[in-house]
């Protein structure tokens, strides 16, 4: 019966001790998980500024530069053309295309 006992305190110790393991792997599981979250996050918004920036630049090689000037209602160009078109879509000097 001593040794019964003894087998029932040695298998509560255990538990104790797999209990507290468990606690401690929840809690820095968490931490990790929070940890990558937010690397994912600053990833997702230095991307997120790259593309942004990227299509500014765009607009703005297309536009004339940072005044926008090719693109603006008041432009002596676009009010000659009657509607803007980006450089890179536009036909070639001396080409005419028509559409039938």
Do not use: D
């Amino acid at each position: 019966i001593l040794e019964r006992g003894e087998k029932i305190e040695v298998l509560m110790e255990q538990t104790q001790r797999l209990e507290t393991e468990s606690v401690e792997f929840r809690r820095s599981a968490v931490q990790y998980n929070r940890q990558v979250w937010w690397r994912n996050s600053r990833w997702i918004c230095v991307l997120t500024l790259v593309v942004a920036l990227a299509i500014l630049f765009l607009a703005m090689w297309g536009c004339g530069g940072i005044t926008f000037h090719n693109c603006t209602k008041h432009s002596p160009k676009a009010a000659l053309a009657g509607t803007w078109v980006p450089p890179f879509f536009r036909a070639p000097p001396g080409n005419t295309i028509v559409f039938t």
